[in-house]
């Protein structure tokens, strides 16, 4: 199976910060990986997928870059909303598998 | 706005077995590959299996092959997990997805196995 990895595992950062989320795979995943926000209690929620396309209704805030096996996920200006646990996800190949997730707790 | 609607979790022993349905709201789900994803207690997201649309192909991660069963009833707009052999490690919250990327997640139904 393909394992990803994110870094960092989790972090503390202020309203207005720029925040950069890290998932590297074990192997290539093409551009097969998307991103999703979890919130406490509730289910998670697409974010970008094929690595770079932002989902519609998700923040222009947001944003996705890489290819093969390095891939970041990017917050412009942090809201109070976007404080949540963040988890990367290949789809190139079965298993379908997922990072183990970022927390972003604010600081 | 469409809609994922799970049911079917709760408490069951070791050993025993649950059926899951999802129930999609605006008949949309017949045209997208379905998902289940499931999550234990404090922990991260587990891909569990997925069925094309016609429900010809189905896959599953390792951990559960040869004791969950994947399923669709497209004229039901409904999706199923049946559950058998279920072991404490299966206890989790499970979400119904739409699509290969996920995009549509219901609010999930909790799975305990527990004696």
């Known amino acids: 199976a393909i394992r990803m990895t994110q870094s960092p595992s989790s972090f503390s950062a202020s309203t207005g910060d720029r925040v950069t989320i890290t998932c590297r795979a074990s192997?290539?995943?093409?551009?097969?990986l998307s991103w999703f926000q979890q919130k406490p209690g509730k289910a998670p929620q697409l974010l970008i997928s094929t690595a770079s396309i932002l989902q519609s209704g998700a923040p222009s805030r947001f944003s996705g870059s890489g290819s093969g096996t390095e891939f970041t996920l990017t917050i412009s200006r942090l809201q109070s909303e976007d404080f949540a646990t963040y988890y990367c996800?290949?789809?190139?190949?079965?298993?379908?598998?997922f990072g183990q997730g970022t927390r972003l707790d604010i600081k | 706005e469409v809609q994922l609607v799970e049911s079917g979790g709760g408490l069951v022993q070791p050993g025993g077995s649950l059926r899951l349905s999802c129930v999609e709201s605006?008949?949309?789900?017949?045209?997208?590959?379905m998902n289940w994803v499931r999550q234990a207690p404090g922990k991260g997201l587990e891909w569990v299996a997925n069925i094309n649309q016609d429900g010809s192909e189905k896959t599953y991660v390792d951990s559960v092959k040869g004791r969950f069963t994947i399923s669709r009833d497209n004229a039901k707009n409904s999706l199923y997990l049946q559950m058998n052999s279920l072991r404490a490690e299966d206890t989790a919250v499970y979400y119904c997805?739409?699509?290969?990327?996920?995009?549509?997640w219901g609010q999930g139904t909790m799975v305990t196995v527990s004696s």
């Open positions: 996800q290949q789809y190139y190949t079965y298993p379908i598998t």
């Open positions: 605006e008949f949309t789900s017949s045209t997208y590959w």
């Open positions: 997805t739409r699509g290969s990327t996920f995009d549509i």
């Open positions: 192997q290539t995943v093409g551009s097969f």
